[in-house]
């Protein structure tokens, strides 16, 4: 059974600040990877979508790496603003599935 | 091109009672899901439809939980009688169709509370 684990839970940092999030999942079977964002009161916005053949993609300040065979993920945010503070979340799709396996999430706050 | 819409938002009731709560896909959407997120957690896929046919409803609770989806469009999505682990946010998501390669499309969700 495929599950997914988010480290860490919660993060504080000061605006400017480069980070990391990172994302773990034990079946490396997966089909895709897609990284989540989520505020408080709405739904998921998709941030970027990692095919299994890929190794990473690019998003403006957001920069997400797959590793299939070591089961992880990072999603690298570069110099961190207020307007990021949300919670991110990963999710992983099995190649005989389209269901989404989501981990519980990290919480960001980023202070002016 | 208009979002996942759901209703309410927001809805309080007491332990026992029922609720509804009710989604309306983008437009040309075959597949849709609802989704259970309890706080703190990341979303469960309750179940999945295409067009008005169940896929997966293995994680639905059916002796309370019911949906269908009767004109393949809009969906309702009901709890009937409510417990206090109920309380969550319920999360309505379309896509294109049912295949991997197609991205799931989230609603605002409904966030409800069971008192």
């Known amino acids: 059974k495929q599950e997914v684990t988010q480290i860490p839970a919660a993060l504080s940092v000061p605006e400017g600040e480069n980070l990391v999030l990172n994302c773990s999942f034990t079946d490396s079977a997966i089909y895709n990877l897609q990284w989540f964002r989520q505020d408080p009161g709405k739904g998921l916005t998709s941030l970027l979508l990692i095919q299994s053949s890929q190794r990473e993609q690019t998003s403006g300040r957001l920069n997400a790496s797959l590793d299939k065979s070591s089961g992880r993920s990072t999603l690298y945010i570069a110099a961190s603003q207020p307007g990021d503070s949300a919670t991110y979340l990963c999710?992983?799709?099995?190649?005989?599935?389209?269901?989404?396996?989501f981990g519980t999430g990290t919480r960001l706050q980023v202070f002016p | 091109e208009a979002g996942v819409a759901q209703s309410p938002r927001y809805k309080i009731i007491e332990k026992r009672q029922s609720v509804a709560f009710w989604c309306n896909p983008i437009?040309?959407?075959?597949?849709l899901y609802w989704y259970q997120q309890i706080l703190g957690q990341g979303p469960k896929l309750l179940i999945q439809?295409?067009?008005?046919?169940?896929?997966?409803d293995s994680q639905l609770p059916k002796d309370r939980f019911s949906a269908e989806r009767l004109k393949g469009v809009d969906s309702t999505l009901k709890i009937q009688p409510a417990k206090l682990e109920d309380s969550a946010v319920y999360l309505c998501?379309?896509?294109?169709?049912?295949?991997?390669?197609?991205?799931?499309?989230f609603g605002p969700g409904t966030r409800l509370t069971v008192t």
């Open positions: 999710a992983v799709r099995a190649y005989n599935t389209d269901k989404l396996i």
């Open positions: 439809f295409q067009n008005n046919g169940v896929v997966d």
């Open positions: 437009s040309g959407h075959a597949t």
């Open positions: 998501a379309s896509s294109l169709s049912g295949h991997q390669i197609y991205e799931q499309y």
